[in-house]
């Protein structure tokens, strides 16, 4: 028997790896960005446990679509509560349910590059799950991941621009 099923939605839905809780730097609690590629880390029975990429050895799945923090310091805290700052915002804590993207189209501020991103580049994942050019830092030179692009930038960005922080839109190949 072969059952067709509906992959973007399906796929959207999965969890995130509860081992991958080390912060991106001391001063913040954040451990992945919102739009940071992910690939499959395993499964948890019957859901799809991801994880933000981490070398070039890992094959991309699809982007996070919400930011990923450490836990709360329970002293201030309650178990199960939330800091006021956070209600309402894209953020999950290490090991909660996570929404992955798939295709379509969407806007990121996610990647590593020190030269223009034009409309039409294909944009590769790097081995700190950023997107980069092929000429771009972090690119990585062989395997998987040098050979295909998962996602084209849809509009034209200058390195001032990029160094700002200003959403590149893109239409996702994964």
């Not at 178990?79 to 969407?106: E, K, L, N, S």
């Amino acid at each position: 028997m072969f059952i067709a099923r509906e992959p973007v939605l399906e796929n959207s839905f999965c969890k995130h790896d509860p081992t991958q809780d080390t912060p991106m730097n001391a001063s913040t609690p954040i451990v992945s960005p919102q739009g940071a590629v992910c690939t499959i880390a395993g499964c948890d029975g019957e859901t799809t446990v991801v994880k933000k990429m981490e070398s070039c050895d890992e094959i991309p799945f699809g982007f996070l679509m919400q930011e990923i923090r450490t836990d709360y310091n329970h002293e201030y805290i309650p178990w199960g509560g939330m800091h006021p700052r956070d209600v309402g915002t894209q953020r999950c804590f290490v090991g909660d349910p996570i929404g992955v993207a798939h295709h379509g189209i969407y806007s990121t501020n996610v990647y590593d590059t020190d030269e223009q991103i034009n409309a039409g580049d294909f944009l590769y994942a790097s081995a700190s799950g950023t997107l980069v050019k092929t000429t771009g830092w972090g690119y990585c030179d062989s395997g998987w991941n040098n050979l295909n692009p998962i996602a084209v930038a849809m509009n034209t960005l200058t390195v001032a621009r990029l160094e700002n922080g200003r959403y590149l839109h893109i239409k996702l190949l994964i």
